[in-house]
């Protein structure tokens, strides 16, 4: 070998392993997701474990006595108003998803214009929607009550009365949240073969029962995608209660998040704000475990 060669040889520059290169490629993401997330979350759950003040420095570990003194305070009134709310922002939107999605694949006119108009509350941020629901339940010039009034109804303090801001806040949720549901059951239709339809008509099958024997079934997995999905998200929603309600009144509205920054930044306590987030998380992950064994059982199918 001539020393030319060798020179050649020696300069050539070395060529990175594709899994080095592949972690190089994802550090900044992940640098970034653990900055952001990841500690922050630790030190959340960490914070669970002492007794700490937002405005008091210094704190003392006290093991799980935060977690004990949540449990046995309002927790089970959080879980049951969480699941009020949850359920509530689940199943209605469903409903009325699942009917316009029904009714906007038939062949009407001026359909395709009324889905994109469907979308306009799924596009608008929460706290746009919370400012005008306010609006509409507004005890003194509100559209609710004006509506009420037509009827010779007494007009009502929706956002001030324990017994309709749970149910307020439900309907506010529901009209960011069903134009999702509508879309996602709607793709789902035009999967459906039409032979289907047009072979159980000419057996005799009604409408109802062509969508109970061949449309729920072929949406079966799709369906309860998007339960899961909402329910999920639902269970940690906070932007329309906080901004409607606050929790209140007499924290009729108050759910695990308004909680957590209730207790966090307006009682300023780090410890039983932790304690709460820790339980709330594991009950999240529960519901996360649910929708990932749903997702790995339609893909085997």
């Not at 109804?153 to 949240?177: E, G, N, R, Y």
């Not at 007499?250 to 308004?258: E, I, K, L, R, V």
Request: glycine content about 10%; overall charge neutral.
């Amino acid at each position: 070998m001539t020393t030319s060669q060798l020179t050649t040889n020696s300069n050539k520059p070395r060529r990175m392993p594709d899994g080095m290169f592949a972690f190089v490629l994802v550090l900044p993401g992940l640098a970034l997701l653990v900055a952001v997330v990841a500690y922050p979350l630790l030190t959340a759950l960490v914070t669970a474990f002492f007794k700490q003040s937002l405005v008091v420095p210094g704190r003392e570990f006290v093991g799980f006595q935060n977690i004990i003194d949540v449990l046995q305070g309002d927790f089970l009134k959080l879980l049951g108003q969480t699941m009020v709310f949850t359920l509530g922002t689940t199943i209605a939107p469903f409903v009325i998803g699942f009917a316009l999605a029904l009714a906007l694949n038939t062949r009407i006119r001026g359909a395709k214009v009324m889905r994109g108009l469907m979308l306009i509350p799924w596009l608008v941020p929460g706290v746009v929607v919370s400012f005008l629901w306010m609006w509409i339940f507004n005890a003194n010039y509100g559209v609710a009550n004006a509506i009420l009034g037509l009827f010779g109804i007494d007009a009502q303090a929706w956002l001030a009365q324990p017994q309709t801001a749970m149910f307020a806040v439900i309907v506010a949720k529901t009209w960011q949240s069903f134009p999702w549901i509508m879309v996602m059951l709607l793709a789902g239709l035009q999967t459906v073969p039409q032979e289907l339809h047009e072979a159980a008509e000419m057996d005799g099958a009604g409408t109802i029962r062509r969508f109970f024997s061949i449309t729920v079934p072929q949406l079966k997995g799709i369906i309860g995608l998007v339960l899961l999905l909402e329910f999920i998200w639902n269970f940690q929603h906070f932007d329309i209660i906080y901004v409607l309600t606050g929790g209140g009144p007499a924290g009729s509205t108050q759910t695990f998040a308004t909680a957590v920054y209730e207790t966090a930044f307006r009682g300023f306590d780090l410890g039983h704000a932790g304690a709460l987030g820790l339980l709330w998380l594991i009950l999240l992950m529960a519901l996360v475990v649910v929708y990932v064994r749903f997702s790995e059982k339609g893909e085997q199918k």
